[in-house]
C-alpha cells in the first residue's frame, strides 16, 4: 500500500516488458509506482530491486496506484495489446482517474484502436498511445518511443520519455551503445519525438514493424543466396557480414546477424545452432497490418507485404517437404569469383533496403492525408537511429534527405539515395538473375526490384489491363491524348463502332 503520493508515473503491467521499462525510468531518478494483476508479481519485482535511483513503489490495487502517483497521473499501461488495454483503462477510471490524467498505451496497439480509445475516453482521461521499441533491452537502457496523442498531454510526458529513450550522438548521428544499471546515458539526442495526435504514434512504430520484416527478410535472402551459391558455413558467413556491419549497412540487424551465424548449438559444439533452428517463422500481425493499410490506401509496398508472405510461405513446412519431393528447380551450379558474388549480394541488398523504406515513408505519406496528420519525416528517421529494432547508420542518410526537402514524393528520388542505386542497380539485378537461375527463393530482393523498376517506368503496361477492364466489364478508360479523368468506353470488338465518351463520376449526366 503507497503511502504517500510521491510517484511522477504509475506503471500497470509487469511482464518482460514492464518491469525493464519501470527500472529504466527509476534509474533516471524517477518515482515509479507499480502494479500487477498477480500481487506476487509485484512483491517479487520490488524485493529484486531495493536499490534504484528514483524508487520504486509497489501497489497492490489500481487504485493504490492512483493514489500513489502525483497528478496529473501518468499511468504507463504495458498489456497485452487488445481487449486487455480497454480492461485496463475501464478499471482506472472506475477507481477515479481524473479528466486530465493520462494513461499511456505502450503495447503495440493498432492504430485504429488508439484512435478509438482517444475518442471514447475523452471525457474521462487523456488516452495517449506510444510506440516502444528496442526489446527488452531497449525498454531497459533505452528504446525508440513513438508517442501519439493531445499535444497538450505530451508535455507532460516528454521529460520523462526524453529522459529514458536511447540517446544519438549529435556529431556521427549514431546511437550511444547501451548503459550500466543505475548508470544510464544521458548526454545525446533522445529517441523520442511528438509523432501526431491519437493513433499517429502506434501508426509509426507500426511502419517500424513493417520496415522490420522486410529488413530482417532481406538478411535472411542474402544469407540463404551466399550460403547455397557458394557454399559457405555459418561461421564463414558470420565475417561478412561483421565486416558489412562496419559500411553502409551498419545496423543492429546485421550485427545480431553476425553473431547468430557464429554461434554454435549448445547441445552439440560441432554443429551451429542456426542450423538446427526449424525454418518457419512466426508472427504477431504488425507486418500484416501494415500490408493490409497499404492495400487499403492503394499504395505499392510490395516488398513488405512480400515479406510478410515470406513468413507465411516459410510456416508450410510440411507442404514444402512434400513439394520438395516433387517439384523440380534447375541444376545450377555459380562458377564465378566468391567476393565479386558477396559484394554483389552486399549492394542487392543495400538497394533493397532503400526501396523498403521508401515504402515504408511513402505509407506514412498517404496516411498523412488519410488521418489528418502532419509528420516530421526528419524527426521520424532521427528517433530510428537509436534504440529501435531497425536501427542503422543508413537513417541518418534518411534524416538527411528529408531534412533537405521535407516534401520529398519518394525517398528514391533523393540525391544520395538515387546515387546508391544507380551504383547498385548492377549488382542487384545479377543477384536477382542467379536466384532465378539457381531456383532460390529470393521474394524480398525480386520484389523490391520490381518496385524500383516499376516505380521509374513512365509507361507500365496498365493501358492493356485498362483495356481488358473496358472490354469485358465496360469500366472505361483515360486516353494519352486527352485531358486526365475524361472517360471513354468502346463496344469491343469494334472496327466499326465509335469510341463513346462517359460521363465523369459524379456528374450531373
Ligand atoms: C520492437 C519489435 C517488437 C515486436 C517483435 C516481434 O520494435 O521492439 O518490433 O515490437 O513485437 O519484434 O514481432 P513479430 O512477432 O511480429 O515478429
Given at each position: ?369 488519410e488521418y489528418h496528420w502532419k509528420f516530421d519525416f526528419a524527426s521520424i528517421a532521427g528517433i530510428w537511429r537509436g534504440g529501435c529494432i531497425i536501427r542503422a547508420r543508413f537513417l541518418q542518410k534518411i534524416t538527411d534527405a528529408y531534412t533537405r526537402a521535407p516534401g520529398l514524393v519518394n525517398l528514391l528520388l533523393d540525391p544520395y539515395f538515387k546515387e546508391q542505386l544507380h551504383k547498385g542497380q548492377s549488382h542487384w539485378r545479377t543477384v536477382v538473375a542467379l536466384a532465378a537461375q539457381a531456383g532460390l527463393a ?68
Open positions: 500500500m503507497a503511502e504517500q503520493t510521491q510517484a511522477d508515473i504509475g506503471l500497470i503491467g509487469l511482464a518482460v516488458m514492464g518491469e525493464n521499462l519501470a527500472l529504466n525510468i527509476a534509474d533516471h531518478g524517477f518515482n515509479v509506482a507499480v502494479y500487477n494483476r498477480t500481487t506476487q508479481v509485484m512483491k517479487n519485482f520490488i524485493a529484486a530491486n531495493p536499490d534504484t535511483p528514483g524508487g520504486l513503489i509497489g501497489c497492490e490495487s489500481v487504485a493504490d496506484l492512483l493514489a500513489a502517483v502525483k497528478k496529473p497521473r501518468k499511468i504507463i499501461v504495458l498489456v497485452k495489446a487488445g481487449a486487455a488495454v480497454d480492461t485496463v483503462a475501464q478499471q482506472l477510471i472506475g477507481a477515479g482517474l481524473e479528466k486530465d490524467d493520462l494513461i499511456i498505451d505502450c503495447g503495440n496497439s493498432q492504430w485504429t484502436d488508439t484512435i478509438r480509445r482517444e475518442k471514447d475516453y475523452s471525457r474521462q482521461c487523456r488516452f495517449f498511445g506510444s510506440g516502444v521499441s528496442g526489446g527488452e533491452v531497449g525498454a531497459r537502457f533505452g528504446p525508440s518511443l513513438m508517442p501519439g496523442g493531445d499535444a497538450q498531454a505530451w508535455r507532460h510526458l516528454e521529460p520523462i520519455w526524453k529522459a529514458i529513450a536511447a540517446k544519438v550522438d549529435p556529431g556521427t548521428g549514431k546511437a550511444i551503445e547501451t548503459a550500466k544499471p543505475g548508470q544510464p546515458v544521458k548526454d545525446g539526442i533522445p529517441c523520442t519525438a511528438y509523432i501526431g495526435e491519437n493513433g499517429a504514434g502506434h501508426y509509426v512504430k507500426m511502419i517500424h514493424n513493417g520496415i522490420e520484416y522486410i529488413d530482417m527478410q532481406l538478411i535472411s535472402e542474402a544469407y540463404f543466396l551466399m550460403r547455397n551459391l557458394l557454399s559457405l558455413q555459418p561461421d564463414e558467413l558470420s565475417p561478412i557480414f561483421a565486416r558489412w556491419n562496419q559500411g553502409d549497412l551498419d545496423s543492429y540487424l546485421i550485427e545480431i546477424t553476425a553473431d547468430i551465424l557464429k554461434q554454435r548449438d549448445p547441445r552439440d559444439a560441432d554443429s551451429f545452432l542456426v542450423d538446427r533452428v526449424l525454418d518457419t517463422a512466426q508472427q504477431k500481425g504488425t507486418g500484416k497490418w501494415t500490408s493490409i493499410n497499404a492495400l487499403d490506401m492503394g499504395i505499392p509496398a510490395n516488398a513488405i507485404a512480400e515479406a510478410v508472405f515470406a513468413r507465411c510461405l516459410s510456416a508450410l513446412k510440411d507442404e514444402r517437404i512434400e513439394a520438395a519431393k516433387h517439384l523440380a528447380g534447375p541444376r545450377y551450379t555459380y562458377s564465378g569469383d566468391r567476393d565479386e558474388l558477396i559484394n554483389a549480394v552486399h549492394d542487392a541488398l543495400y538497394c533493397s533496403k532503400i526501396c523498403a523504406y521508401a515504402q515504408g515513408f511513402q505509407l506514412m505519406r498517404a496516411a498523412e492525408g529470393a521474394p524480398a530482393f525480386m520484389s523490391a526490384l520490381a518496385y524500383y523498376d516499376g516505380y521509374r517506368s513512365a509507361q507500365l503496361p496498365a493501358n492493356l489491363l485498362q483495356a481488358q477492364r473496358d472490354y469485358f466489364g465496360a469500366h472505361t478508360y483515360e486516353r494519352t491524348d486527352e485531358p486526365r479523368g475524361a472517360l471513354f468506353h468502346l463496344d469491343w470488338p469494334a472496327p466499326d463502332r465509335p469510341e463513346i465518351a462517359m460521363p465523369a463520376p459524379g456528374s450531373a449526366v
